[in-house]
């Protein structure tokens, strides 16, 4: 298959590059930077970030194209300044409007159009339980950005092409994303409690991210939003007990939520607040988790 993925030398996009590339599928990747590969099977494309209206990369992409995965924007991890707040949002709306307007004149209709999202999506709460059901205006910046962003990649399915919003929770991974801050703090035996320690935090394995992918990609069953995230939640204690039980590190340290307020302000909701996310798409068309639990999960991260 062809495949384009934006984002695609992100953490996300880099692990299903990965999978698609041992599958040996052709996967062509939209970056703002100039690059080559000497893999037969990675195609690095040039795009200009600064003008999203010029099209030009695509003269020489393949006639047809399978699936596109879109996961471009810029990082979350950043101080949120209103010049920055800015750039997350239009990074993302800029990319998927450059798609739609390549499509739409390509006349390309690939299986599925599968967009980036987040559970941000969900207001936070410590006792609604949320799923793919909830139709719910925005309540905060992340979700503002997560609703304009879904609903450019919608007006992709005006065109006749499939469209699938990616919801992706908490991706535990040994070397990139939260877990390995998270880490360092129980390595110099200040992990424990964060907050009031009852948020939740909807996490999901990185393997069962990119089986996820693949999975809504080709299922011509799925459609629109898909809660990318463990069947099994937990709230933030929950989580820090497992961590320090595979640590071996105690786990006594409470970093009141004030604290984390100051030090990374708008940003301290990824932190102090969560949401319960339930998979429903993805479980109700049978998908298999390789790591359902948090310990399995766990267990698997740090056996390697």
Do not use: C
């Amino acid at each position: 298959m062809n495949i384009l993925i934006t984002g695609g030398t992100g953490f996300i996009g880099t692990k299903l590059t990965n999978a698609l590339r041992k599958d040996r599928h052709h996967v062509y990747i939209l970056t703002r930077q100039e690059q080559t590969s000497e893999h037969p099977y990675i195609h690095y494309i040039k795009y200009d970030d600064s003008n999203f209206n010029n099209i030009d990369w695509a003269e020489n992409l393949p006639e047809d194209f399978d699936l596109i995965y879109n996961f471009a924007g810029a990082s979350l991890n950043e101080k949120w300044t209103e010049e920055y707040k800015e750039l997350i949002l239009s990074s993302r709306l800029g990319m998927t409007n450059m798609l739609h307007r390549w499509l739409e004149i390509s006349g390309i209709k690939p299986l599925a159009f599968v967009n980036a999202s987040a559970v941000g999506y969900y207001p936070t709460s410590e006792i609604v339980e949320f799923d793919e059901h909830d139709q719910l205006s925005s309540t905060n910046f992340l979700s503002d950005v997560v609703n304009r962003w879904e609903a450019a990649a919608a007006k992709i399915g005006d065109l006749g092409i499939r469209v699938v919003f990616s919801r992706f929770g908490l991706v535990l991974d040994k070397n990139n994303g939260a877990l390995p801050v998270m880490e360092k703090l129980y390595k110099a035996n200040v992990g424990g409690e964060i907050a009031n320690g009852r948020q939740w935090y909807s996490w999901v394995h990185i393997d069962d991210v990119v089986n996820a992918l693949l999975f809504v990609g080709v299922n011509q069953e799925i459609s629109g939003p898909v809660n990318i995230t463990a069947p099994v939640q937990v709230r933030q204690h929950e989580f820090s007990k497992v961590l320090s039980a595979v640590l071996g590190k105690p786990n006594f340290f409470k970093t009141p939520g004030f604290l984390i307020d100051k030090a990374l302000g708008e940003r301290a909701l990824l932190v102090t607040e969560g949401q319960k996310v339930h998979p429903s798409v993805l479980l109700n068309n049978d998908f298999k988790y390789l790591y359902p639990t948090l310990e399995q999960a766990m267990e698997n991260i740090y056996s390697e």
